[in-house]
C-alpha cells in the first residue's frame, strides 16, 4: 500500500480565493474544487508525480 499524498505538505499546493476553487497546484497549473493529488489520481490513475515536501526533515 503506497503513502497517502498530502498535498498541503506540498511545495507546489497553494490556496486560491476564490470559494468554487479553492485548491490549487502550481506543478500542473490547475485551481480545483477539491485536493490535487485527488484530481490527478482520478484523471490520470497514477499518483502525483511532482509532489515534495515544503520542509523536509534533514
Given amino acids: 500500500m503506497t503513502d497517502r499524498i498530502v498535498c498541503q505538505k506540498c511545495i507546489h499546493y497553494f490556496v486560491t480565493w476564490q470559494q468554487s476553487k479553492p485548491h490549487g497546484c502550481k506543478a500542473y497549473g ?6 490535487p493529488s485527488v484530481v490527478v489520481k482520478n484523471s490520470s490513475g497514477l499518483p502525483c508525480s511532482f509532489f515534495q515536501l515544503k520542509n523536509p526533515q534533514k
Fill in 30 to 35: 490547475f485551481k480545483s474544487k477539491i485536493i
